[in-house]
T-cell receptor, first 115, second 115 residues
C-alpha cells in the first residue's frame, strides 16, 4: 500500500530479550519519526531521522533503545534487554520534509508486550 | 516549556449532540503549528487539521470546526451533530517550529458517541 507500514503488528516477548520493530515509510518521505504510546497516553516522541541520520534522539529513554535508518528509507527500532515497562504501542510516522509543516503520516503501530 | 493539555480525559454524548474537545498549549515560540489527530479503534492516527500560529481564522470542515485563540492559548475542536463513527480518541498536538522538529501530543480525549 501507499501508507506507512509497520511490522510486526504484535510482538510478545520475555523480559530480557532483544526486539526489533520495523517501519517502512511512505516512498519519498525524508523524515521519519518513532513515537511510543502507552495505554491511555498520547504518543511520546522517541527519535527522529532526517534522511539517514538521527536528527534528534532526545526521546529515547535509555541506552537500551536504538534506531537506525541506513539507507534513508526503512527504519528499525531496536530494544535490548527488554523490561516490562517497555510494553507499549510503538508508532512510526513519516513526513515529506521535517522542515515544512510537521504533518505526520502514521502507521498502525507495533504493539509490544513484555512478559 | 512546550506542552499540550487536554483536560477532558473522556466524554460521552448521545448521537446528534454537539461536542467540544478542549486543547490548551504552552510554547515560547512565536511560530508554531497546531494539529488535531483522530485515533479510531484500529490504532492509526489520522490527521484532521493543521493550523499556523499566524492564522487565527476559525475553520469549518463539514461537521468539524476549530476555534483557535492565541490570547488564551487554546485550539478547541467541535463536532456538530455527532455520529457513532466519531467515537475515537482525539489528540491535540503542537509543533514548535523554531525549537524542535518534533510534534508534541496531548494525552488525548476519548470520545464516546452513544446511539
Amino acid at each position: 500500500g501507499a501508507g506507512v507500514s509497520q511490522t510486526p503488528s504484535n510482538k510478545v516477548t520475555e523480559k530480557g530479550k532483544y526486539v526489533e520493530l520495523r517501519c517502512d515509510p511512505i516512498s519519498g518521505h525524508t523524515a521519519l519519526y518513532w513515537y511510543r504510546q502507552s495505554l491511555g497516553q498520547g504518543p511520546e516522541f522517541l527519535i527522529y531521522f532526517q534522511g539517514t541520520g538521527a536528527a534528534d534522539d532526545s526521546g529515547l529513554p535509555n541506552d537500551r533503545f536504538f534506531a537506525v535508518r541506513p539507507e534513508g528509507s526503512v527504519s528499525t527500532l531496536k530494544i535490548q534487554r527488554t523490561e516490562r515497562g517497555d510494553s507499549a504501542v510503538y508508532l512510526c510516522a513519516s513526513s515529506p520534509d521535517a522542515g515544512n509543516t510537521g504533518e505526520l503520516f502514521f502507521g498502525e503501530g507495533s504493539r509490544l508486550t513484555v512478559l | 516549556a512546550q506542552k499540550v493539555t487536554q483536560a477532558q480525559t473522556e466524554i460521552s454524548v448521545v448521537e446528534k449532540e454537539d461536542v467540544t474537545l478542549d486543547c490548551v498549549y504552552e510554547t515560547r515560540d512565536t511560530t508554531y503549528y497546531l494539529f488535531w489527530y483522530k485515533q479510531p479503534p484500529s490504532g492509526e492516527l489520522v490527521f484532521l487539521i493543521r493550523r499556523n500560529s499566524f492564522d487565527e481564522q476559525n475553520e469549518i470542515s463539514g461537521r468539524y470546526s476549530w476555534n483557535f485563540q492565541k490570547s488564551t492559548s487554546s485550539f478547541n475542536f467541535t463536532i456538530t451533530a455527532s455520529q457513532v463513527v466519531d467515537s475515537a480518541v482525539y489528540f491535540c498536538a503542537l509543533y514548535p517550529m523554531n525549537r524542535d522538529d518534533k510534534i508534541i501530543f496531548g494525552k488525548g480525549t476519548r470520545l464516546h458517541i452513544l446511539p
